[in-house]
Structure formats: structure tokens, C-alpha cells
Nanobody, 125 residues
């Protein structure tokens, strides 16, 4: 499975961006899989942002983005989305999407099997 993240950019504080993560390749996304978004700021560790169960659509959020970010998916298009509203300068980071095939440890990046290339989000104050 190949993951292609897109939609990053430069936005002012309080603005919005919508990221997309399209899955392609010989594999497919099954209902048991979990799609997650992580971010990594310079000189910081990669951190969990949000995740969604492909089957059923249950969602999980980091406290820092709860109420501002919304994850969704379109199973027909094999694409996940991250709607980011009320952006803050501290949201500035490289954002990655990732696919977890087995288990439910969605919070830990090492549990994920496939990663997108990352898309840069920069929020100016």
C-alpha cells in the first residue's frame, strides 16, 4: 500500500486547512485497519494527532487538537481526510498519514505499517 499525503500549506493563525491521504497500490484498506495522522515539528518527536477505524469510523484525537481537528474517510476512494480548524502556531509541523493493519495501538507510531511522505503545515501568528 502506498500512501500519498497532500493539502499542507501556509495559513494564518485561526485559519483552516484540509489534508488528504490517498491509498493506492496492490493492497487495499480493510475494515479492521486504522488510519492515523501524526505530526513532527523540528527537533521534536513524532506525535499522535488523530486516528480513525476504517470500518465503522470510530475516531480518536489527541487532547491538543480535540474540538479543532476532524478526521474522516471515504472508503470508496480509499482516502482519509484531516480537517484542521482554528489553527495555532504550535500546530506547525510535518504531517504524516499512516496505516495500521493489525491491533489497536493507534497512539504509537511504531505500530503502523505504512507511511505517507508527509505534508508541511505552517501556521503564522
Amino acid at each position: 500500500v502506498q500512501l500519498q499525503a497532500s493539502g499542507g500549506g501556509l495559513v494564518q493563525a485561526g485559519g483552516s486547512l484540509r489534508l488528504s491521504c490517498a491509498a493506492s497500490g496492490s493492497g487495499r484498506i480493510f475494515s479492521s485497519h486504522i488510519m492515523g495522522w501524526f505530526r513532527q515539528a523540528p527537533e521534536k518527536e513524532r506525535e499522535f494527532v488523530t486516528a480513525i477505524r476504517w470500518g465503522g469510523g470510530r475516531t480518536y484525537y489527541a487532547d491538543s487538537v480535540k474540538g479543532r481537528f476532524t478526521i474522516s474517510r471515504d472508503t470508496a476512494k480509499n482516502t482519509a481526510y484531516l480537517q484542521m480548524d482554528s489553527l495555532k502556531p504550535e500546530d506547525t509541523a510535518l504531517y504524516y498519514c499512516a496505516l495500521l493493519r493489525r491491533g489497536s495501538s493507534f497512539y504509537y507510531p511504531q505500530e503502523y505499517d505504512y507511511w505517507g511522505q508527509g505534508t508541511q503545515v505552517t501556521v503564522s501568528s
